[in-house]
């Protein structure tokens, strides 16, 4: 079993940047080859994932994060990343970090065990 904890979010203005992290809590021994990744639940819309790193280094990016969102992850720490820039209104939304038991790089959310309880992220026009 692991914990997730989520920091970072806030409140800030179109086109600026925000870096919530990450940090893993391992309460029982937990797999070597895992990933990290991040989603998202706007307003009244389903959780989408953003953006996910294996512990092996390998990111993966969905199409709303290509270009604007960097995902980075510190092993020994135990964190993930994501710092997000240009940031515009309709990525405001609760923002999660979601833990896999394997390497996995794609879009289903349900290959993920483990989630944190969110960070709100808010994004002024």
């Known amino acids: 079993q692991v914990q997730l904890a989520e920091s970072g979010g806030g409140l800030v203005q179109a086109g600026g940047s925000l870096t919530p992290t990450c940090e893993l809590i391992?309460?029982?021994?937990?797999?070597?080859?895992?990933?990290l990744a991040w989603s998202r639940q706007p307003p009244g819309k389903q959780r989408e994932l953003v953006a996910s790193?294996?512990?092996?280094?390998?990111?993966w990016y969905s199409d709303l994060a290509a270009g604007r969102f960097t995902i980075s992850r510190d092993n020994a720490k135990k964190t993930a990343t994501l710092q997000m820039n240009s940031l515009k209104p309709e990525d405001t939304a609760v923002y999660y970090c979601?833990?896999?038991?394997?390497?996995?790089?794609?879009?289903?959310?349900?290959?993920?065990?483990?989630w944190g309880q969110g960070t709100q992220v808010t994004v002024s026009s």
């Open positions: 979601a833990y896999a038991q394997r390497y996995y790089s794609g879009s289903r959310p349900d290959v993920y065990t483990d």
């Open positions: 790193m294996t512990s092996g280094g390998s990111p």
């Open positions: 391992e309460t029982t021994w937990s797999y070597t080859r895992n990933t």
